[in-house]
């Protein structure tokens, strides 16, 4: 009987087992660091409806949004050690991974449009990039779009001299580091998530952003000026752990892939009227007074920082420097 028991026990716990891991999906968590109503946040549920769709529902995408399970640091340690799939950090925090070159699209300047950016990432140099990422665990899977930055504070920032002083917020980039000594300011590495609370209590006057992570973060709230500069740039590589990105199977990988490059499109078709969507909400706050440069102040800026091109030469790698403004300023025509 107590045999018969026994069996009965293990052929139930067999019939639970069996069906339900053989349908279990496989779990994608994406995590980052920005709120859901932003371009990465959008590119991120895409694809997670995409890859489900694809899938037949095979894999399942968690997307965690505004670090709810990682800040910045902690989510780059978080994929290499497996316990999220996915994530698509800033340009600008590749840095402390030791893959500092993705710096060079922090050079201020060097973007000169949008046009620039996809000859850049569609071609050789962006997947030059992307492929030092291996060595590291990690596969670069695609670049996603956000913007270019727009400076805040709570002073007006009109001439290079009204930023002696000011404490500015920057990510894990040395490039802007540099960026924001030239300008005589202040940098401060501070995690995204930490931002809106550092500038409420005075820890830092400003930051530099694009106008989509300003408005979703309610930087305006706190910050009474800015100005719309367009002197630097944010964009995202999509990153996967390669451990697991190589283990997927080989009926699921092609559809995961696919809804990666769908997903991929419907971010960059979106991030201009995102960002253009939060300066005009900005604007109807009405807390924050903005400042559209004029041709001879973006001039002044420029050439306050036009030494950290030759500065960050060493950091970022003169050749990368090169090719990618030789790259950014090729006539299409
Ligand atoms: C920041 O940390 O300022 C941003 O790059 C955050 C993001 O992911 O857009």
């Not at 000594?181 to 006057?205: C, H, K, N, W």
């Not at 199977?249 to 419907?266: G, I, L, N, R, S």
Request: proline content about 5%; charged content about 25%.
């Amino acid at each position: 009987m107590k045999k018969f028991v026994l069996a009965a026990a293990s052929i139930a716990a067999l019939a639970l087992v069996g069906p339900a891991s053989a349908q279990s999906p496989i779990v994608i968590k994406f995590s980052h660091v920005v709120a859901t109503n932003t371009p990465k946040g959008q590119g991120a549920e895409k694809f997670k409806e995409l890859a489900e769709k694809y899938t037949n529902g095979k894999v399942k995408v968690e997307v965690y949004p505004n670090s709810q399970l990682y800040k910045d640091k902690e989510e780059v340690e978080a994929l290499q050690l497996g316990a999220v799939q996915m994530l698509a950090p800033s340009l600008a925090k590749f840095g402390p991974l030791g893959v500092k070159e993705f710096e060079v699209f922090d050079l201020p300047y060097i973007l000169p449009d949008k046009a620039a950016l996809g000859r850049i990432t569609k071609g050789p140099i962006g997947k030059a990039l992307l492929a030092k990422l291996e060595p590291k665990g990690i596969t670069g899977l695609a670049y996603w779009d956000n913007g270019f930055k727009i400076m805040t504070a709570n002073k007006p920032m009109i001439h290079v001299a009204d930023f002696q002083g000011l404490k500015m917020r920057i990510q894990s980039s040395k490039v802007l580091e540099a960026q924001f000594r030239a300008l005589g300011a202040i940098p401060q590495v501070l995690a995204f998530s930490e931002v809106y609370q550092a500038m409420q209590t005075g820890v830092i006057d400003g930051n530099e952003n694009t106008p989509s992570n300003c408005y979703t973060q309610k930087m305006h709230e706190v910050q009474k000026h800015a100005t719309i500069s367009n002197h630097g740039y944010i964009g995202y590589a999509v990153i996967v752990n390669k451990k697991f990105w190589d283990g997927l199977p080989a009926d699921v990988k092609p559809q995961v892939q696919k809804a990666m490059d769908e997903a991929t499109e419907f971010a960059n078709s979106i991030s201009q009227k995102e960002n253009d969507d939060a300066i005009a909400a900005m604007k109807k706050a009405g807390t924050t007074q903005f400042h559209d440069q004029t041709p001879a102040e973006k001039e002044e800026w420029k050439k306050a920082l036009q030494p950290v091109v030759d500065e960050m030469a060493t950091r970022v790698g003169k050749d990368l420097i090169e090719s990618f403004q030789k790259e950014a300023n090729a006539k299409t025509n």
